[in-house]
């Protein structure tokens, strides 16, 4: 189990909260002050900047209230929702204003890409999986993102890139391959 | 989804030095009520909104007005000229 793991009670609660939340926009509120941490985090991971992650994240959540009507529940929690959202948010930002997207490399994340590759972790071996995935295409460093150094499930990664959780395991193995490969060259 | 499906080429930047922030930091960003009042403002009917604060309406309502001034301004000159020439033929 995860940090980000939801129980199915927690999954029902959280429903009980959208459904109030459907009824009257003020009930967001439970939903804003749980959330707003998480998804001001994930933004600023990937801007590195205080002002413009809040701009970001008042986006979010406008957005997500004002379509929260449309929110069923089909297997994906509300956060995934939420951070799909997210995450589109982000990536709209950068694409219209072409500027740099931000990867926050955590190096426990490095060393648990390498454990996947059945890897040595000498700092050399570290180092080469690192320049490494800098050769990696955006839509690749999103999965590896999400999964190793944000330690997501390959569910969750999944419901936030919107693809389902086997694709999403099979995607990040076919990565970690390619890595392997790239740090041979 | 949409960043899945188009293989796009972002531009990307990596750190390792990541800084983490504080709760304070975070929580100072935080504000419903600004969320609710924009959330108003986007779901507002739009004839609840005075004409003035949009700008869209505003000017497509403008252009339909000056649409309207050109199309009488055309007519009135036409039977202005058609007027003029029936008095140059009874004269």
């Known amino acids: 189990m995860n940090q980000h793991h939801q129980s199915d009670k927690d999954i029902q609660l959280e429903l009980q909260q959208v459904n109030a939340a459907k009824e009257n926009p003020r009930h967001f509120n439970v939903l804003y002050e749980k959330y707003f941490k998480s998804i001001y985090v994930f933004i600023y991971r990937r801007t590195n900047n205080e002002e413009l992650t809040a701009d970001i994240t008042s986006h979010v959540f406008l957005k997500a209230l004002i379509n929260i009507k449309k929110y069923k529940y089909k297997g994906v929690p509300f956060s995934g929702w939420l951070f799909r959202i997210a995450f589109n948010e982000v990536n709209m930002y950068f694409r219209k204003n072409k500027t740099n997207r931000i990867v926050s490399i955590e190096q426990s994340g490095i060393l648990q890409i390498a454990q996947e590759a059945e890897m040595t972790d000498n700092t050399e071996a570290l180092q080469s999986m690192t320049n490494a995935l800098k050769k990696l295409d955006s839509d690749d460093i999103h999965l590896i993102e999400l999964r190793f150094f944000e330690k997501r499930s390959f569910a969750e990664v999944g419901e936030i890139i919107g693809i389902t959780e086997n694709n999403a395991k099979v995607k990040i193995y076919r990565i970690i391959d390619k890595l392997k490969r790239l740090m041979k060259m | ?91």
Not at chain 2, 17 to 36: A, G, P, R, T, Y
Not at chain 2, 37 to 47: C, F, G, N
Request: hydrophobic fraction near 40%; proline fraction near 2%; avoid cysteine.
């Open chain 2, 1 to 91: 989804m949409i960043a899945m499906k188009n293989k796009q080429k972002d531009a990307l930047k990596f750190k390792t030095d990541n800084k983490q922030l504080s709760d304070e930091q975070i929580d100072k960003h935080k504000n419903f009520n600004k969320l609710m009042h924009e959330y108003q403002a986007a779901t507002k009917p739009l004839y609840k909104t005075p004409l003035y604060k949009n700008k869209k309406v505003f000017l497509v309502v403008l252009l339909i007005l000056l649409i309207i001034f050109v199309i009488i301004e055309t007519i009135q000159t036409e039977e202005n000229n058609t007027a003029i020439q029936n008095t140059e033929q009874k004269k």
